[in-house]
T-cell receptor, first 118, second 113 residues
C-alpha cells in the first residue's frame, strides 16, 4: 500500500522569505503522480503543483517549485517570496498513473500547517 | 464552468439520525471520488463512482455508509445512524475520465451531537 509522510506538523516563515515543506512517500510503483494541495481556512482544496514521476525535471509554478528525488522517494515543496496568503495547511498527495481497471484515488499525508509572519 | 458543488456546507445531526451529503460534479465530469477528513488529519479516500456504478469502495466503512451516483442528479453519500466519530469534513472530487485531474468541492462539515 502506498503511504505519504509529512514529518513537519507546523512550519513558519517570514513574509518574503523562502520555506521548504518536506514529504516522503512509499510505493512499489514506478509510474505515478505527486501533488501538493493547499487548504486555507475556507477548507477548499486547491491544487498547487503536480509532478509526473517519469519526468526528471522538477515542476515549477510561479513562486512554487518542487524538489523531486525519485530514488529517495522524496518530494519537497519550496515556496519563494512567501506571502500572507500562503498561510494554510499543505498536503502532499500521491496517485498511481495507470491502475488498469482500478481507481485513481489520491493518498494524502497528514499535512503541514504553514504560518506566514508579517 | 461552475466548479464542483457540495451541499449542504454544514450539517448537524444528532446521534442515530441519517446524514445525506450531495455532490454535483463539474459539467462533463462522470467520475466522482469521496474523501473524508477527520480533525487534524489528511483526506482519506472512501469511494470512487462513475455514473450508476461503484468502481472502488475499499475506503468505505462496512456498515452505515453508502454512496450512489445516479444517471441523473448529484452523487449522494449517505450515513445512517450517525455516531460522534462520523464528525468530519467530507469532500467530493470529480474528473472527466480515468487518470484525469481531480477537482475538489468545498466540502461538507458534518457535526454529530
Amino acid at each position: 500500500a502506498q503511504t505519504v509522510t509529512q514529518s513537519q506538523p507546523e512550519m513558519s516563515v517570514q513574509e518574503a522569505e523562502t520555506v521548504t515543506l518536506s514529504c516522503t512517500y512509499d510505493t512499489s510503483e514506478s509510474d505515478y503522480y505527486l501533488f501538493w494541495y493547499k487548504q486555507p481556512p475556507s477548507r477548499q482544496m486547491i491544487l498547487v503543483i503536480r509532478q509526473e514521476a517519469y519526468k526528471q525535471q522538477n515542476a515549477t509554478e510561479n513562486r512554487f517549485s518542487v524538489n523531486f528525488q525519485k530514488a529517495a522517494k522524496s518530494f519537497s515543496l519550496k515556496i519563494s517570496d512567501s506571502q500572507l496568503g500562503d498561510a494554510a495547511m499543505y498536503f502532499c498527495a500521491y496517485r498511481i498513473r495507470d491502475s488498469g481497471a482500478g481507481s485513481y484515488q489520491l493518498t494524502f499525508g497528514k499535512g503541514t500547517k504553514l504560518s506566514v509572519i508579517p | 464552468n461552475a466548479g464542483v458543488m457540495q451541499n449542504p456546507r454544514h450539517l448537524v445531526r444528532r446521534r442515530g439520525q441519517e446524514a445525506r451529503l450531495r455532490c454535483s460534479p463539474m459539467k462533463g465530469h462522470s467520475h466522482v471520488y469521496w474523501y473524508r477528513q477527520l480533525p487534524e488529519e489528511g483526506l482519506k479516500f472512501m469511494v470512487y463512482l462513475q455514473k450508476e456504478n461503484i468502481i472502488d469502495e475499499s475506503g468505505m466503512p462496512k456498515e452505515r455508509f453508502s454512496a450512489e451516483f445516479p444517471k441523473e442528479g448529484p452523487s449522494i453519500l449517505r450515513i445512517q445512524q450517525v455516531v460522534r466519530g462520523d464528525s468530519a469534513a467530507y469532500f467530493c472530487a470529480s474528473s472527466p475520465g480515468i487518470s484525469y485531474e481531480q477537482y475538489f468541492g468545498p466540502g461538507t462539515r458534518l457535526t454529530v451531537t
